[in-house]
């Protein structure tokens, strides 16, 4: 482009050069040379061109001073702006028709300049030395904007309204009030940046600016219409005013609509959200806004602690909780539990026939003495994450955590051993006691004995059943783990075929890279299979008993060890970010990022996706000169990337499933002894997600033998506790198509109440899935062979509002064959889609 206009202006001035010698040889002197270019039309075209190409290098002059060279996405926002511009400039001819000089076209020219200066306001680098000119170009273009719209002034008051100057005097009032926002917005930013260096924090930005641009587009509405009301006076109906006069209408009234939110929603914020506890501190950790630690806080009415500031500025976009999205304010909870009660029909729960199984009686001082000892384990364990976060260990001391982490685990299971042990010794003492009881009722009657042996003997009978259900129990958990691994073999060797087969057929079509399928794409099991593993071990009767099952790792909490090797690579490597990623078939989600505002980002846009296609370290060491990237949204917006350095996460296994990444604002190089540094973090990386991955599997074992250890003694209320801590939704019945087990989830996420869920049968617990009948069949056939599929489909809430669900279904069956019973789980898709909507509007 810089080739092609170079060439122009060196053209047009030979060209004005040559007209110019040509007639003053031809005339002689000064005065005719001038009248002969003035009067002839071809002189007159090159003269014109001539002044053309000087203004246009002027231009151009102008913008490589203060803002430097343009960008592929800044050229074409000026490109489309300008056309937009020409073509109300059309309109605009019909209605000053009577005026179209060349004075007009001049006064265009040089308004379209200063738009075009307005418009470009944006640069990458935040040097001081940038900020400089940038001010200085701001005070430049106010200047400006004041002297024509002065003398714009002046020649409308002199001709008494009828001037095209009115056209010109409110465009300049217009551009000199989005000059102004944009001086006040960067005095915002430069106050912002430089109020942390007094050991402060300015939380009040996002209301200064939301007033800010009401009162801008409150004053742009009525320039509108002010402008309207001249225009219809002197020349008729401005049809090119209509557009943007109903555009400005719109935005002010959206504006207003903004406010009037964020006022309800801060009024009274400190005696309307109550302080957090330091308990309730405690157990949250970090703010999810801004993922810091917390040391004060205010509790939504959800339960949820944000931090006050978080929270205002949270406020001032969205009016619900970022974690559960309930709503903050009382009152919308309130009418939204009002709306659910008057939308929800009455429901008539099925009568209990007594087929949902027997519930074995509790031993009190046994159950209590054991939960005691569980919740005690699990408080010292929460207590010890906690302290691990605040203290932000890191460096050498990271595999000194993992290994006792492990040790920990061991101590955990002898744990276990020792309250079987303990069990088994209260069931011994138990005995005894039966024993002499047996002893002193041998001085009874004959006749009592006779009977007493009967009954004596009906309950032996049952103890028996119990030790026999125990020993099948403890096959079942055998067979189950041999099935596990025979199921998780084929379905490795299964899925690599498919997957050969498409990198194949794809390679055949040639279909670029970017397009193709990753090959080496992170695969986690999903939550309905371990579910339904560890319930299977302990499935005997409808009643069933489920536990909770480990979390995996995409979309967990912030680890300290995570954290400690991205601050190593911070400090050695010097960049302002790094992450550590992993990457999904849709979106790449950070286990740890340090300078980034999001935890999650497209696949497509982002550079891990081309990290991860090679074993090798992937480099960009200029990103502007790289035509995959020189386009891309991060470079071109916020964070502007520059540099990008990604070294592959690659499992003991050869698994691709994520990179670690250094990112820089601008170009550098990386030296080899970095880039062995940053391989050996991603392979401590792996490492520690390798452990977190058998310690969690480690954990499954530890809660199946409590599982058997619930169901030997009973205690089928602790096991229920732990399903209502689910954060997915959990819905079961039985083969009589009964509900016979629901969480707090599932209500929270359908709105339907655990009492109304237990008067659905069968498939009518789906009334709130709303999709196509195709789906709708295979979740019946699902059901009806009794096999394990995974669905995404947008369901309705009672309240009437949609969300994605992503809904998973298995069947349980006995060991003599037959469904004994069904479970499902639902999963709330909707952030995860906000995101990659909100990607796409980004692009």
């Known amino acids: 482009m810089s080739i092609t206009f170079n060439k122009y202006i060196l053209g047009s001035v030979a060209a004005a050069g040559a007209v110019a010698w040509n007639s003053y040889s031809s005339m002689g002197q000064f005065y005719p040379t001038c009248l002969h270019l003035a009067t002839s039309k071809g002189p007159m075209a090159i003269i014109s061109n001539f002044f053309l190409a000087m203004f246009l290098l002027f231009a151009k002059s102008v913008q490589l001073t203060f803002l430097g060279p343009l960008r592929d996405a800044e050229i074409e926002v000026l490109t489309d702006k300008i056309w937009s511009t020409v073509v109300d400039t059309l309109f605009i001819t019909t209605i000053f028709r009577e005026e179209l000089n060349m004075k007009f076209f001049c006064m265009f020219l040089v308004l379209l300049f200063i738009k075009a200066l307005h418009w470009l306001q944006q640069t990458v680098n935040a040097s001081k030395l940038t900020y400089f000119r940038l001010f200085y170009l701001m005070c430049v273009l106010f200047l400006v904007d004041s002297i024509f719209m002065y003398y714009s002034g002046l020649v409308f008051t002199s001709s008494k309204g009828r001037s095209m100057m009115i056209l010109f005097g409110f465009e300049y009032i217009l551009l000199q009030n989005a000059i102004l926002v944009t001086m006040v917005k960067f005095f915002f930013h430069l106050y912002e940046t430089i109020i942390p260096s007094y050991g402060k924090q300015w939380d009040n930005k996002g209301a200064w600016t939301l007033y800010l641009e009401f009162i801008a587009d409150f004053y742009k509405l009525l320039v509108y219409i002010a402008f309207f009301i001249v225009i219809l006076m002197h020349y008729g109906i401005p049809i090119h005013i209509i557009r943007q006069l109903y555009i400005t209408f719109a935005s002010f009234k959206d504006r207003a609509v903004e406010v009037i939110k964020y006022r309800a929603a801060v009024r009274n914020m400190k005696s309307r959200f109550p302080d957090a506890t330091p308990a309730e501190l405690a157990a949250s950790e970090t703010c999810i806004v801004c993922r810091s630690e917390m040391k004060e806080g205010k509790k939504l009415p959800c339960g949820h602690i944000l931090h006050f500031g978080c929270l205002r500025s949270w406020l001032e976009r969205r009016q619900f909780c970022p974690t559960c999205m309930a709503p903050a304010l009382v009152e919308d909870m309130q009418n939204n539990e009002q709306q659910q009660q008057q939308q929800q029909p009455p429901l008539h729960p099925p009568q209990n026939n007594g087929r949902e199984g027997a519930r074995v009686e509790a031993n009190a001082p046994q159950i209590v003495f054991l939960r005691n000892v569980l919740q005690q384990n699990l408080a010292r364990e929460m207590n010890a994450s906690r302290a691990h976060t605040k203290e932000g260990k890191d460096g050498d001391v990271i595999l000194d955590e993992m290994m006792k982490m492990q040790r920990e685990m061991q101590e955990m299971q002898g744990r276990m051993s020792a309250l079987v042990a303990l069990y088994q010794a209260t069931r011994t003492e138990t005995k005894e006691k039966k024993t002499e009881e047996e002893k002193t009722e041998e001085k009874k009657t004959e006749e009592e004995k006779t009977e007493e042996k009967k009954t004596e003997e009906k309950t032996e009978i049952k103890t028996e059943e119990t030790e026999d259900e125990e020993a099948l129990l403890q096959k079942a958990i055998a067979l189950s783990m041999e099935e596990e691994k025979r199921g998780e073999e084929k379905k490795e060797d299964s899925m690599e075929e498919v997957r050969r087969r498409r990198m194949l057929r794809f390679e055949n079509e040639k279909v670029p890279l970017l397009q193709r399928p990753c090959k080496d794409a992170y695969r986690t099991r999903p939550l309905i299979d371990q579910l339904g593993n560890i319930m299977a071990t302990v499935v ?15 979309d967990s909490e912030p680890e300290a060890v995570f954290d400690g090797i991205i601050r190593m690579v911070q400090r050695h490597l010097d ?42 370290i992937f480099i960009v060491p200029d990103a502007l000169e790289d035509e995959r990237f020189r386009d891309n949204v991060f470079v071109t917006k916020e964070p502007h990337i520059r540099f990008y350095a990604g070294a592959p996460l690659i499992t003991s296994e050869g698994y691709i499933v994520g990179a670690l990444s250094a990112i820089d604002t601008k170009p550098r190089k990386l030296t ?28 499954v074992k530890l809660l199946q033998e409590k599982n058997n250890l619930a169901v030997a003694v009973g205690d089928r209320t602790v096991l229920k506790n732990i399903i209502d801590d689910f954060r997915e939704g959990f819905v079961m019945w039985n083969h009589l198509k009964e509900v016979v087990m629901v969480n707090h989830a599932f209500s929270v996420i359908t709105g339907i109440s655990p009492d109304a869920a237990r008067a659905y049968h069968g498939m009518d617990v789906f009334s709130c899935v709303q999709t196509d009948q195709k789906t709708l069949r295979q979740i019946r056939r699902c059901l009806e062979d009794a096999t394990t599929d995974t ?19 298995k069947a349980m069956t006995f060991e003599k064959g037959g469904v004994s ?7 709330d898709l909707s952030p995860r889609k906000m995101v990659h909507a909100q990607n796409e509007e980004r692009l």
């Open 540 to 554: 005997k009767t409808s009643a069933t008993i489920v536990i909770k099952p480990p979390r995996p790792i995409m």
């Open 575 to 616: 960049v302002p970010i790094q992450l550590i990623s992993l990457v999904e078939d849709e979106r790449v989600w950070f286990k740890s990022y340090c300078g980034l505002g999001g935890a999650c980002s497209n696949r497509d846009d982002s550079f891990c996706s081309y990290a991860i296609l090679d074993t090798d």
């Open 672 to 699: 080899k002894e970095s880039i062995d540094f940053m391989k050996d973090c991603a392979s401590i990386v792996v490492q520690a997600m390798e452990l977190r991955e058998k310690n969690i599997s480690r954990k």
């Open 791 to 809: 669905f995404e489909l947008v369901s309705q809430r009672m309240n009437g509002s949609l969300y994605w669900n992503q809904l998973s279904i």
């Open 821 to 827: 019973s069904y479970f499902c789980t639902f999963v």
